[in-house]
């Protein structure tokens, strides 16, 4: 918590719901939530080998893709 910034409080305001109610909603669409966990997972283990290769030309092209879809969403 030392080093979040100023948009860290709202960026994480679900994790202030109720734990009930995303437990229900996390099993009962289960199949999605894990698919898109392997999906997660993957895309940080590709970031990590990038970083590990000292590989800025593929981790530039993957944060610009990720900058490009932040800037989509208006």
Known sequence: ?????????DFTRIAA?????????????RENVVQMLDRYLFSL???KLELVANDGKRLE?????????RRGLG
Do not use: T, V
């Not at 918590?1 to 409080?9: E, L, P, Q, T, Y």
């Not at 719901?17 to 669409?29: A, F, G, K, V, Y």
């Open 45 to 47: 283990n590709r970031f």
């Open 61 to 69: 092209k993957h944060l610009k893709i990720a900058s490009d879809a």
């Open 17 to 29: 719901s109720s734990p009930e109610i995303w437990r229900d909603i996390c099993l009962m669409n």
């Open 1 to 9: 918590m030392n080093f979040s910034g100023a948009g860290f409080k």
